[in-house]
């Protein structure tokens, strides 16, 4: 295995084909680094792109450096007329059970239901509202078509100091948010930490059950909480795949502890998750 890192060549006419090539396209990075791998017809590498595509765009005064961070399992190659420049080492880091590490992963979290996926973080948020809908009785006050928009709205609308009774429970509860009860003063403000809140604990969950199936939990820390972190979650159109085609990601930061060697290198060399052709999946770890 391999680990590059790899980066556009200087020069802004490089630079402007890339962003031509991106713009509105998520799989088109994938298909760029794939030139790195000249004769394999099927997919053998991760990556990550560590700059974010927006600051590729159009226009002239854009010209943030896109890096990428490959997984391999050969060692790609840059052609003399290459867009980019490589610089790769052999992988094969040296792990035990019990070894600790810090790490990053961007992901593409699902969920299914009645044989269908959904995007976990909005399935998380619908399915926090409806209960809480259900808890209050307004069910029958729903729209025929209801989107979240509309749960918060009637539930704002509805019994609000029922409502407000369950939401600081909820936060009060939860040692990651019972701070935030000092500085929220409106009912709206603490149903949007709430549902956070709601959604924090099934990203937490979702990425606990792929650590079981490959090899390692996350670390706690003296408070007895995850060491983990998520943030910019985005949604990302595919153009020429139908009007709603998509997927969804989000970065994971925070520690791990290894259970099983081997399940484990098959999360550093396969990825976590789905949507790996679109820069998910890939693990990237530190010793702590």
């Not at 409502?163 to 500085?183: F, M, P, S």
């Not at 949007?192 to 606990?208: G, Y």
Request: aromatic share 10%; proline share 3%.
């Amino acid at each position: 295995m391999y680990f590059s890192r790899v980066r556009i060549r200087a020069g802004s006419k490089s630079l402007s084909t890339l962003a031509d090539i991106l713009k509105n396209d998520s799989y088109g990075a994938h298909r760029l680094l794939w030139t790195l791998f000249p004769g394999q017809e099927k997919r053998n590498f991760l990556f990550r792109e560590e700059i974010a595509r927006e600051q590729l765009g159009p226009a002239p005064a854009a010209r943030g450096e896109p890096v990428y961070y490959l997984v391999s399992q050969s060692e790609p190659v840059a052609e003399a007329d290459s867009l980019f420049s490589i610089e790769s080492k052999p992988y094969r880091p040296k792990i035990m059970n019990g070894d600790r590490f810090g790490f990053d992963c961007r992901v593409n979290p699902v969920i299914c239901r009645q044989g269908k996926k959904h995007d976990l973080v909005m399935d998380a948020q619908l399915q926090f509202l409806a209960e809480q809908i259900k808890i209050s009785q307004l069910e029958a006050s729903l729209p025929v078509k209801s989107n979240k928009g509309a749960y918060k709205k009637l539930l704002l609308i509805g019994d609000s100091e029922s409502l407000n009774t369950r939401l600081t429970e909820i936060l009060a509860n939860d040692l990651r948010y019972a701070e935030r009860l000092q500085q929220v003063s409106t009912l709206s403000d603490k149903l949007e930490w709430a549902i956070k809140a709601h959604i924090d604990t099934v990203l937490e969950n979702w990425l606990k059950a792929q650590g079981e199936r490959l090899g390692f939990e996350l670390a706690a820390g003296s408070d007895r909480l995850s060491k983990l972190q998520n943030s910019a979650y985005a949604w990302h159109s595919l153009n020429g795949k139908g009007k709603k085609a998509g997927f969804s990601s989000i970065d994971f930061t925070g520690q791990l502890r290894v259970t099983d060697t081997e399940k484990f290198e098959q999360a550093l060399f396969h990825g976590i998750g789905r949507s790996k052709a679109f820069g998910c999946g890939l693990l990237m770890i530190r010793r702590v």
